[in-house]
């Protein structure tokens, strides 16, 4: 990143996350005030709606405040994109190409929407074909460079992003996670857990002494209550519940990987994880205590093991 692009995305980012935080706060705090002995369900309610109405708005109206988003023009990936998707009935209405590349050179690829209008996006930097660091040096070369010193210095720079069959491979895999049904089941985890805070919330935010132990004895503030419960109070839970949470998430991600690997895209995603582990800057070897507790998703060497099986030597 620039310097100039730096503070412009750190002001944008402070400037909607007020936009959004500051109304949401307000009215959240008046629903417990007003919603009587089941103001938790009221306060769930509200922010499953909130939930809903972000997910749905921030791919068009607020990740474009931060990221070009272009179409993927006419062609051979395109069309091989359309076709993996209509083999597995993804309702599949228009792909972009997200100009990450002013951020950061890492690589990735996702989609959203629901129902009947899902979309994919791509990282220009995952396509060799888009990212920024394949493009040529324009810059005159001198006249005694030998051709061999061109040659090296081209192939030098052609130095990330992964190949259509590879980058359809790391599709199988996103595309994976919603045929499996790992984004509802997500959700409906996400839910239930906000819904059981609110709950205890309701019963502890009436505790004097929780209260007092924070200097406020003769009044018990809202806000001060979600901040104490939340934070201080359920923080063992949090800490119990993120690690169930990454034991799950890497399940989901290797039954992905199994996913893109029965339609016959073992060997191109083989590949794909070693390159995005490289333009990503991961290391690939990993503790497998402090990944098990840290890592989202299983460690690259656990992940090429275990597609290994489908990839010829």
């Not at 590879?166 to 509802?184: F, I, N, Q, S």
């Not at 503030?221 to 993120?242: A, D, K, R, W």
Request: with cysteine; proline share 4%.
């Amino acid at each position: 990143q620039t310097l100039g692009f730096f503070f412009k995305d750190a002001l944008k980012k402070f400037l909607v996350t007020q936009c959004i935080l500051l109304p949401v706060t307000s009215l959240l705090l008046y629903i417990i005030k007003i919603g009587g002995d089941y103001f938790f369900v009221y306060a769930w309610l509200f922010t499953l709606m909130v939930s809903l109405v972000l997910v749905t708005i921030y791919a068009d109206y607020i990740a474009p405040l931060f990221d070009k988003f272009t179409p993927l023009p006419e062609g051979e990936l395109k069309d091989a994109i359309e076709t993996m998707a209509k083999s597995i009935s993804f309702p599949l209405t228009k792909v972009y190409v997200v100009e990450g590349s002013k951020r950061s050179s890492h690589s990735n690829a996702y989609f959203y929407g629901f129902f009947k209008n899902k979309r994919i996006v791509l990282f220009d930097t995952l396509l060799e074909d888009y990212s920024p660091l394949n493009k040529d040096d324009t810059e005159e070369t001198s006249e005694n460079e030998t051709a061999e010193v061109k040659l090296k210095a081209k192939n030098a720079n052609k130095k990330q992003g992964c190949n259509n069959p590879e980058v359809l491979a790391v599709l199988g895999h996103e595309l994976g996670h919603w045929k499996l049904g790992h984004t509802v089941k997500n959700i409906v985890i996400s839910q239930m857990n906000s819904f059981l805070c609110f709950s205890l919330f309701a019963v502890l935010s009436g505790r004097k002494e929780l209260f007092a132990a924070f200097g406020f004895h003769t009044a018990q503030p809202t806000l001060i209550g979600l901040m104490i419960i939340f934070q201080f109070i359920f923080s063992p839970y949090n800490e119990v519940l993120s690690f169930c949470l990454t034991v799950l998430s890497r399940r989901f991600e290797f039954q992905a990987d199994t996913f893109a690997k029965n339609l016959g895209k073992a060997r191109d995603l083989y590949s794909a994880l070693i390159k995005l582990n490289k333009d990503n800057l991961g290391f690939p070897v990993s503790d497998w205590m402090f990944s098990m507790w840290h890592y989202s998703h299983p460690p690259l060497l656990e992940r090429l093991q275990a597609l290994k099986g489908d990839k010829q030597n």
